[in-house]
C-alpha cells in the first residue's frame, strides 16, 4: 500500500487514526482502486515476476 495513493496506513493501535483513514477510502475508493491496479499491473506482471524469479535464481548461482 502507497500511503495516499491507492490506501491509507494509519498508526498501529491508534483508532482515530484508523476512523481517519476508512474516511479516506471511502472519499478515494475510485482513484485509489484505479491506482492499485495500475501498481499491481506494473509490479505484478507475469514477465516482471519471470525477471525477477531468474534475476534471484542467477544472484543465488553467483552466491554458491
Known amino acids: 500500500i502507497d500511503h495516499l495513493n491507492n490506501g491509507y496506513i494509519a498508526k498501529f493501535k491508534d483508532t ?4 481517519k483513514g476508512i474516511q479516506i477510502c471511502l472519499e478515494n ?3 485509489f482502486g484505479k491506482n492499485a491496479r ?6 505484478y506482471a507475469e514477465k516482471q515476476v519471470a ?3 531468474i534475476q534471484l535464481y542467477l544472484n543465488s548461482l553467483n552466491n554458491v
Open 51 to 53: 525477471e525477477k524469479h
Open 16 to 19: 482515530q487514526e484508523m476512523a
Open 29 to 31: 475508493s475510485i482513484q
Open 38 to 43: 495500475s501498481k499491481a499491473v506494473k509490479s
